[in-house]
């Protein structure tokens, strides 16, 4: 179900694990960002399988690219891939938010390995994104920090703060990622507070700017590589259209909601979905 | 003080209601900029030390560090979340970033990534502030009023209120030397000396008693501990014998020397700060009294529950009654009481 033209045989499979391994959060606790999930395990898969270094048995490597999770409600994402990576035990799926579980619905990093800071908060991952670069650069490390974020974080004047400091000081060393799916806690995220054209804008403020389809694997792999091979000293933006529940037709095609609503029954029906769609 | 400046109408021109008036007495020792050049020094133990600031370099002295140091100096422009943020993503990568901007603005504007970047995730970052308290006639915009409040309530954030120019000297290294979140109010420009007379010695967590005496006991930090110290010199010749505990560090609290302290009987205990009422030292000594079982005569010196007027800081200082003279009128007033 990954819109890969199949040259990404292997990121799409680890897609359909992410997707999977998030169905299965989401069923522990009957609820979740699943759709979140959905949308995003293409980046992810992109990310944790074909740009980030790191070793699953050391997360906290020092040479590992950082990836910070600004959108803290993405976890249950997150946490499907670092399992999928090698860095968090598939057997903890099960105890996804559940009482002294390493797996909190909103991601921290105290609680988990891989998780790079703590977020819940929206619009603090840029901020820390520009500390940790300019002290990765302080250091003479190569490393890089991605950070993914949602496109309601936009509205926050701190997220314009980061991206205006993260120009001015040439952090080039930045690949973010926004999530476009347009869907915030009030309704569609351009009608909550409008943000296009958001490529023009961000290239105002002095980013590298491209802009993708988040589910074509194809299309994430170039942006992601482009980002990293770019020549000019600024930093690097990804804008990541994204369908929310993207695997899972049902939930595609659900009357958009910023939570998604799914049924006890649903949780299988949603599995069966993925591995129908899933690669040969 | 030089011969006042008078202006075209023949009137003393006002200096003490600027934005940043000095809180240097007339004729008091004072050295300039005490926190940039222990700053600098700390940096050259600890290559690890870098600076950031929020456009207020020159007016939280670290403009000496950046001097210094140009390469370690980040200028994060007039954005107290970003630079917050900022020293959060620096402190994960090993550097230990002193933060620079105004009280206010830290403690109001920039509340949440303090407590969710740096606190919450436990990172190794010093915010130091300027314009503590009412030290500022530029009214409450500028005037920190709850800021110790506010930092107190985070868990895990060591809480510094210093007195003056040798124990900003002394803190900068000590808070260097602690791991883990610290926020520091700071008195900048030409800062008061006070405590070398006393053989004082700054080290965080510990409350010190500088001044012995038998008819009350006053509890203090920051400013309102010199000031103190004036008014008990003051009340001295009065034959009021009056006591100093000086609490710089606001959090962790020192309780054990406060418990000793406020214990002694036959003491009025007064907390005095400069700082509303509400959640400052005084209602964490207070509280801690109480969970202790102990009663004193108690009252508090510290700003009113209400927003500060503009004005030259002395008026100021005199109506909301933390001026040497103020000091000496309520601790007289209590004790005739």
């Known amino acids: 179900m990954t819109a890969s033209t199949g040259h990404n045989k292997e990121l799409a499979e680890r897609a359909y694990r992410i997707r999977r ?13 699943i759709a979140q999930a959905l949308d995003i395990a293409d980046v992810l898969a992109v990310a944790y399988f074909h740009a980030l270094r790191y070793r699953p048995e050391d997360p906290d490597w020092e040479g590992r690219d950082r990836f910070l999770l600004s959108n ?65 650069k302080r250091k003479g490390s190569d490393r890089r920090v991605y950070v993914l974020f949602s496109d309601g974080e936009l509205d926050e ?36 507070m409008g943000f296009e054209p958001l ?82 | 003080m030089t011969k006042p400046v008078l202006t075209s109408s023949g009137k003393p021109r006002l200096t003490t209601s600027a934005m940043i008036a000095s809180i240097a007495a007339e004729g008091q020792r004072t050295r300039p900029a005490p926190f940039g050049h222990a700053l600098v020094a ?96 530029y009214g409450p915009s500028h005037q920190a009023t709850e800021d110790l409040a506010l930092m107190r309530a985070i868990p895990g954030m060591t809480v510094i209120d210093p007195c003056d120019a040798h124990e900003i000297e002394q803190a900068v290294p000590a808070i260097a030397d602690h791991r883990g979140p610290v926020y520091m109010r700071l008195l900048r420009g030409q800062v008061p000396v006070v405590l070398d007379e006393y053989g004082y010695r700054f080290e965080i967590g510990k409350a010190k008693v500088i001044r012995d005496g038998t008819d009350v006991l006053v509890i203090s930090s920051g400013l309102l501990t010199m000031r103190t110290l004036e008014a008990a010199a003051k009340l001295a010749t009065d034959k009021v014998s009056v006591a100093v505990l000086h609490v710089p ?50 009252r508090q010196i510290g700003l009113p529950d209400e927003f500060l007027a503009a004005g030259a800081l002395p008026t100021l200082h005199d109506r909301y009654g933390i001026s040497t003279e103020a000091i000496c009128n309520s601790l007289k007033a209590w004790l005739a009481g």
């Not at chain 1, 399992?83 to 909190?104: C, F, H, K, W």
């Not at chain 1, 790079?116 to 619009?123: A, F, I, Q, V």
């Open chain 1, 199 to 280: 490529v023009d804008r961000l290239e105002a403020f002095g980013w590298y700017t491209q802009r993708v389809d988040g589910n074509d694997l194809d299309a994430v792999v170039k942006a992601f590589d482009a980002a990293r091979d770019h020549g000019e000293a600024k930093p690097r933006m990804i804008v990541a259209d994204t369908l929310m529940g993207k695997g899972v037709p049902f939930l595609e095609a659900r009357e958009k909601n910023h939570f998604i609503r799914v049924e006890a029954h649903e949780w299988k029906l949603a599995l069966d979905a993925l591995d129908a769609g899933r690669l040969a």
């Open chain 2, 249 to 298: 560090t606001i959090k962790p609290l020192d309780t054990a020397t406060i418990l000793t302290e406020a214990g002694k009987t036959g003491r009025l205990v007064v907390v005095a700060e400069n700082h509303t009422v509400v959640g400052g030292l005084g209602e964490a000594v207070a509280a801690l009294l109480m969970r202790n079982g102990l009663s004193p005569r108690f």
């Open chain 2, 42 to 137: 700390a940096a050259k133990e600890r290559p690890e030390i870098v600076g950031l600031t929020a456009d207020l370099g020159k007016y939280t002295d670290l403009h000496i560090f950046s001097q210094a140091f140009p390469d370690r100096f980040y200028q994060m422009g007039m954005a107290e979340q970003v630079m917050f943020g900022a020293a959060s993503g620096l402190a994960a990568e090993g550097f230990t970033p002193f933060a620079t901007t105004y009280a206010v603005f830290a403690s109001r504007r920039a509340y949440d990534f303090i407590h969710q970047t740096i606190a919450e995730e436990d990172r190794n970052v010093k915010i130091v502030c300027a314009l503590p308290g009412l030290t500022s006639g």
């Open chain 1, 72 to 136: 803290g409600h993405y976890a249950i994402a997150l946490y499907a891939a670092l399992m999928e990576a090698g860095i968090i035990p598939a057997e903890e799926l099960e105890t996804y938010g559940g009482d002294e579980s390493r797996l909190p619905m909103s991601g921290m990093a105290a609680y988990t390995p891989g998780m790079e800071m703590s977020g819940g908060s929206l619009g603090l991952g840029l901020s820390i994104a520009v500390g940790m670069a300019m002290g990765l």
């Open chain 1, 21 to 33: 391994n998030a169905v299965l959060m989401g069923e522990v606790q009957g609820q979740g960002y």
């Open chain 1, 157 to 192: 004047g701190s997220v314009w703060e980061a991206i205006m400091a993260a120009a001015h000081h040439k952090l080039d060393n930045i690949i973010a990622i926004v999530d476009v799916n347009n869907q915030q806690a009030d309704g569609p995220s351009t009608q909550v």
